[in-house]
């Protein structure tokens, strides 16, 4: 039997306001009938703190340090909390709501497109497998994460390898339409995530380091050997092929879409009322 084609972009890296942007538009693009599910890989230059569409940024984020470091900003239109991206492989999945393949609840959602994650670690030699909390104490910390830093956060359906923390992901719904981004890290530079939040203290900070490192970890801090982002991004295309049972075709935005994408970047993702009015 024939499988479903969903197109496939490779942005490459471009700036945390195009970033966001494309997948909106992708959203809104989809929405209207336009194109089929997509699947697009893309990176950020500058490197760039990303918050998640209901932090507060006063009361969370160290702008200061966010400068110093040379990084870039910007608001997600999706939940969650702060993520550092830097040494990863970041995706977006833009798939309708009804879809027969997509579950009605956000979790259950989440847990199909993510078989697609899951099937590229294991491309990778890495044994992923979805960590799901089992305890009523497990489950309450899902609804008042701790941090402000994303990889810290536990939710449903985790993706860990040897018990830790291997790919943040938030998810949205608009116009009927799912959008799933999130991050998979290659190496992380802790102490620079962890120099970008606000604490009431050291003490504070240094626990919630330590307790960071207990959760999370990046990809070549536990591979047998160093992963490059071409081969991750090889695995990831053939794990979200085979996870979602589909072909992926190329696709190559046209002037008229890029030209409505740098516009939406413009104006909303480079607004600071969007990114730090909340």
């Known amino acids: 039997m024939e499988k479903e084609k969903w197109h496939f ?12 942007a494309l997948d909106e538009a992708l959203l809104d693009w989809h929405s209207e009938g336009m194109i089929p599910p997509v699947i697009r890989f893309y990176g950020w230059n500058p490197p ?4 998640g569409y209901f932090q507060k940024v006063e009361k969370e984020i160290d ?11 910007v608001r997600r239109p999706t939940g969650g909390r702060g993520v550092l991206h830097e040494h990863e492989l970041t995706y977006s999945v833009i798939v309708s ?17 993510s078989e697609g994650i899951l099937k590229g670690f294991h491309y990778l030699g890495l044994d992923a497998y979805f960590a799901v909390p089992k305890t009523a104490e497990e489950r309450d910390a899902l609804k008042s994460p ?5 990889f810290d956060a536990p939710s449903w359906y985790e993706l860990v390898v040897e018990g ?9 719904r608009q116009k009927g339409v799912i959008l799933q981004h999130g991050s998979i890290l290659l190496d992380l530079d802790e102490d620079k995530l962890f120099s970008l939040f606000k604490y009431p203290n050291d003490r504070v ?8 490192k207990d959760k999370a970890v990046a990809i070549n801090a536990i591979s047998p050997r160093r992963i490059t982002l071409d081969e991750a991004k090889e695995a990831f295309y053939k794990g979200f092929a085979e996870g979602l049972n589909i072909d992926l075709e190329p696709y190559q935005l046209s002037e008229e879409e890029l030209a409505y994408v740098q516009k939406l970047a413009r104006e909303r993702y480079e607004n600071e009322d969007w990114n730090f009015k909340r």
Do not use: W
């Not at 702008?63 to 900003?73: I, P, Q, R, S």
């Open 164 to 172: 830790r923390k291997v790919a943040g992901s938030a998810q949205t």
């Open 205 to 212: 900070k240094e626990r919630m380091k330590k307790s960071f």
């Open 9 to 20: 972009i490779d942005t490459g890296n471009s700036s945390p306001s195009f970033n966001m």
């Open 63 to 73: 702008m200061d340090a966010v400068k110093e470091h040379g990084l870039g900003f």
């Open 97 to 113: 709501e009804e879809h027969p393949d997509m579950p009605k609840t956000v979790t259950e959602a989440y847990r199909v497109i």
């Open 146 to 150: 701790r941090s402000a830093v994303c």
């Open 48 to 51: 760039t703190l990303s918050i």
